[in-house]
């Protein structure tokens, strides 16, 4: 796990006549991009209105933004900065973690225990259709740890061995994911309807392959991509969630456990090649080495806001101690038709 960075501001410029200033973490020149204010009191949300282009701009540059330093009390004044940006907020469908919903389209990030640790990805890169920008809140930073390291999938697409990608262009991804209530996550809970008919027609529509087990469980198999095309940029970034999906990314305890009761298709989740092939875990390894290696990691200050262009930039979660609430909210839903 990669040591927590110190964090340094360096100063970049002021905008948008003195009222805020932009500048970058130390050892990260130019990810994320830092934006606070400078004046006291500066309302986050009325100047998102009247500097939304700008955002956007700077996100397609930067890949990430942490608004730092402005006075946001509470999850309402949070969504009301989010919807100043982006309106339509998304709700959470085709589920890989458990979450709660806050407020409209506003949900807890993932419910996992605090010892554990949720790798670098992308939003629902498993899925036909993911959002194209996220937002974090941190309403209560952990004792200790904690963290939302985030990435730069650019470099990490720069810094992948040609071989690995040329394999997984090749022949993309493969998931296959088992629901019960026993492990992982109920069915009823990942697309959130107790209508089979409703889940099948999703299906469908998502060109996902789908068998209703025994027990009422649900099996759902879907080829997608190892890469994506920012639609805006034009820019290719690696875009999938093999080494999250997996079984080399549970605890080798846990796994052992399970494939002593289950088949390997029978495992709430895994991943193959596209051709359904198994992915060498030697390969899964390196690809998380580089994810680690150009992961920025900072402690989070309470109130601090971090919005990510969900294609350009991956992010995850390390352990923590003591409580810790950061809510998230999604927007622009995007549908892969190349899939």
């Known amino acids: 796990m990669s040591k927590i960075r110190e964090v340094k501001r360096k100063s970049v410029s002021v905008s948008q006549a003195g009222l805020v200033r932009r500048g970058y973490l130390s050892e990260a020149a130019g990810f994320p991009l830092v934006i606070e204010p400078e004046v006291e009191d500066l309302n986050l949300a009325a100047w998102a209105r009247s500097n939304a282009q700008l955002v956007e701009k700077e996100l397609y540059q930067h890949g990430a933004i942490l608004f730092r330093g402005f006075r946001v009390e509470g999850v309402k004044e949070f969504e009301g900065f989010v919807r100043a940006i982006s309106p339509d907020l998304l709700d959470y469908r085709e589920r890989a973690a458990p979450r709660t919903e806050v407020s409209k389209n506003i949900y807890t990030s993932t419910e996992y225990p605090a010892d554990q640790h949720i790798p670098l990805h992308h939003e629902m890169s498993y899925s036909h259709n993911w959002p194209m920008k996220l937002w974090f809140y941190c309403i209560q930073a952990a004792l200790q740890g904690g963290a939302t390291p985030i990435v730069d999938d650019r470099k990490v697409f720069q810094k992948l061995n040609s071989r690995i990608k040329h394999e997984f262009m090749r022949k993309r991804v493969m998931y296959v994911r088992n629901y019960s209530d ?22 469908r529509q998502a060109d996902t392959t789908f068998e209703w087990t025994d027990g009422n469980r649900l099996r759902t198999t879907q080829v997608r991509q190892a890469v994506a095309i920012h639609p805006k940029l034009g820019e290719m970034v690696w875009f999938n969630h093999a080494h999250m999906f997996h079984r080399s990314n549970l605890d080798p305890a846990v796994c052992e456990s399970l494939l002593a009761e289950f088949k390997e298709d029978d495992l709430p989740r895994n991943a193959y090649y596209g051709d359904g092939s198994p992915i060498e875990t030697s390969v899964l390894d390196e690809i998380r080495g580089v994810y680690q290696e150009a992961a920025v990691i900072f402690p989070w200050q309470e109130g601090e806001i971090l919005m990510l262009d969900n294609v350009l930039a991956s992010h995850g979660r390390q352990p923590f101690e003591g409580p810790r609430k950061i809510v998230v909210a999604m927007a622009e839903l995007y549908t892969n038709t190349l899939t």
């Open 182 to 203: 026993e492990l992982d996550l109920p069915w009823q809970d990942v697309f959130q309807t107790t209508d089979k008919s409703k889940v099948e027609a999703y299906c």
